[in-house]
């Protein structure tokens, strides 16, 4: 009992020692002027040293996908050093394999700059923007999620896979003392390109959550950037099988009214998993999309369905019913998007399905 009160102790009084040391790195440092050479100079520019790589590219516009909002746990914002930025950090290996160890590749959000540097990017991070954006509607979808309507300012478009995600800046107010990002996943369709629509979850004392929940409204500004990801629809005939879980059905959505406008006319079924009825939403557009792909099958599961409303649909873990359903995988795409608790399962029960990997799809959101 000693030991273990002793070593949250000693591991308590670490934290405090690495917070204290970071925020005085971040006021007295002075790492004069660094110089940031990308692509051998495709980009160049200096800027005061000190701050993350991450932050200071973003300051610059040059955007690495992020999903965590620079908190080291997402793995996105990979960028190749070949030149200065220190020691890799014990918070950057796990993301990392041996071949990215090897090439220098390093988690942008971890690394100080103390020097110049010398990175190399994809390309394709070139073409992510900053967009300026004014909210043009906030509804309630269920007791917990709200939609956020947001119409593009400038620029006033926006060129997206459906699927994707683009980052929300939350600026300082009472819940943050600074402006932080979060990943949200566009709902709207991507042939729409002058609006989007987020589905936002209530997440207890979350910063962006609370912020967006009970301070955001129509009429405001709302700074986003992207778009990011790799989860969309890849070209082929196969069946597919989508699994959501709340606000996890947003980008299939996209992706499902892609289906609908190309048109593409394949086997299709969305199993979409949520507590009880009331937390059912977009319930009218997925009966749309079913008149509009007659191949596209919808299976709503209910963890605990509410005694007073009756309902006779699936029951227990979205994972649950998929088991019941699936017996043969092989053939199966799937796309799945939502917790990371439901993503694990799903994606260890449909490779025992015989789905294999390369084509199973997903975002978590975690
Ligand atoms: C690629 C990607 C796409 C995403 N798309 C969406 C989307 O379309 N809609 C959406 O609502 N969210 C989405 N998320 C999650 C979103 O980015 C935020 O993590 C989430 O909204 C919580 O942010 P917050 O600032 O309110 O909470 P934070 O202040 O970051 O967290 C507060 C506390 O809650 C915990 N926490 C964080 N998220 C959750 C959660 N989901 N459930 C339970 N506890 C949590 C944290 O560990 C922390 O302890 C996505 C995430 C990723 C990686
Ligand atoms: S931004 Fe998520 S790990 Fe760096």
Same mark, same amino acid.
């Given at each position: 009992m000693t030991l273990v009160f002793g070593l949250l102790l000693l591991s308590g009084l670490c934290a405090v020692l690495a917070l204290l040391l970071e925020a005085a790195n971040t006021v007295f440092a002075d790492y004069g002027p660094c110089r940031i050479t990308i692509n051998e100079g495709a980009k160049e520019f200096t800027v005061k040293g000190g701050g993350r790589l991450l932050s200071t590219l973003m300051d610059q516009g040059v955007f690495i996908p992020s999903?965590?909002?620079?908190?080291?746990?997402?793995?996105?914002c990979k960028v190749t050093v070949?030149?200065?930025?220190?020691p890799i950090l014990p918070t950057e290996?796990?993301?990392?394999n041996d071949e990215e160890l090897r090439r220098g590749t390093r988690l942008s959000c971890q690394v100080r700059l103390r020097g110049d540097v010398r990175l190399e990017i994809p390309?394709?991070?070139?073409l992510i923007k900053e967009f300026r954006t004014q909210v043009v509607g906030l509804k309630p979808l269920t007791p917990f999620i709200k939609e956020v309507h947001l119409k593009l300012i400038e620029p006033q478009e926006i060129v997206f896979k459906p699927g994707q995600f683009i980052q929300f800046q939350v600026p300082e107010y009472e819940g943050s003392s600074e402006p932080v990002y979060r990943a949200y996943s566009i709902? =709207?369709?991507?042939? %729409?390109?002058t609006e989007i629509k987020l589905v936002v979850t209530r997440v207890e004392r979350g910063i962006a959550t609370t912020y967006i929940h009970d301070i955001l409204k129509v009429g405001e500004g709302v700074i986003i950037n992207g778009p990011y990801g790799d989860f969309y629809l890849r070209r082929s005939d196969r069946p597919m099988v989508m699994i959501g879980t709340g606000s996890g059905l947003a980008p299939l959505m996209s992706i499902l009214y892609q289906m609908a406008e190309e048109p593409i006319d394949r086997p299709c079924t969305l199993y979409f998993g949520v507590r =009880?009825?009331?937390? %059912?939403?977009?319930q009218d557009e997925i009966h749309g999309l079913m008149r509009a792909l007659p191949r596209f099958r919808y299976v709503p599961v209910l963890s605990e369905p509410s005694l007073e409303n009756h309902w006779d649909g699936e029951t227990g873990l979205v994972t649950d019913a998929v088991a019941r359903d699936?017996?043969?995988?092989?053939q199966l795409e799937a796309y799945l998007c939502g917790n990371p608790l439901m993503i694990n399962a799903a994606v260890k029960l449909l490779t025992a399905k015989?789905?294999?990997?390369?084509?199973i799809f997903f975002d978590k959101f975690g």
């Amino acid at each position: 009992m000693t030991l273990v009160f002793g070593l949250l102790l000693l591991s308590g009084l670490c934290a405090v020692l690495a917070l204290l040391l970071e925020a005085a790195n971040t006021v007295f440092a002075d790492y004069g002027p660094c110089r940031i050479t990308i692509n051998e100079g495709a980009k160049e520019f200096t800027v005061k040293g000190g701050g993350r790589l991450l932050s200071t590219l973003m300051d610059q516009g040059v955007f690495i996908p992020s999903a965590c909002g620079g908190r080291g746990s997402c793995g996105l914002c990979k960028v190749t050093v070949l030149e200065g930025g220190g020691p890799i950090l014990p918070t950057e290996t796990p993301y990392m394999n041996d071949e990215e160890l090897r090439r220098g590749t390093r988690l942008s959000c971890q690394v100080r700059l103390r020097g110049d540097v010398r990175l190399e990017i994809p390309e394709a991070f070139f073409l992510i923007k900053e967009f300026r954006t004014q909210v043009v509607g906030l509804k309630p979808l269920t007791p917990f999620i709200k939609e956020v309507h947001l119409k593009l300012i400038e620029p006033q478009e926006i060129v997206f896979k459906p699927g994707q995600f683009i980052q929300f800046q939350v600026p300082e107010y009472e819940g943050s003392s600074e402006p932080v990002y979060r990943a949200y996943s566009i709902a =709207s369709p991507a042939s %729409l390109n002058t609006e989007i629509k987020l589905v936002v979850t209530r997440v207890e004392r979350g910063i962006a959550t609370t912020y967006i929940h009970d301070i955001l409204k129509v009429g405001e500004g709302v700074i986003i950037n992207g778009p990011y990801g790799d989860f969309y629809l890849r070209r082929s005939d196969r069946p597919m099988v989508m699994i959501g879980t709340g606000s996890g059905l947003a980008p299939l959505m996209s992706i499902l009214y892609q289906m609908a406008e190309e048109p593409i006319d394949r086997p299709c079924t969305l199993y979409f998993g949520v507590r =009880s009825q009331q937390d %059912l939403f977009y319930q009218d557009e997925i009966h749309g999309l079913m008149r509009a792909l007659p191949r596209f099958r919808y299976v709503p599961v209910l963890s605990e369905p509410s005694l007073e409303n009756h309902w006779d649909g699936e029951t227990g873990l979205v994972t649950d019913a998929v088991a019941r359903d699936v017996t043969d995988g092989s053939q199966l795409e799937a796309y799945l998007c939502g917790n990371p608790l439901m993503i694990n399962a799903a994606v260890k029960l449909l490779t025992a399905k015989g789905v294999t990997e390369d084509r199973i799809f997903f975002d978590k959101f975690g």
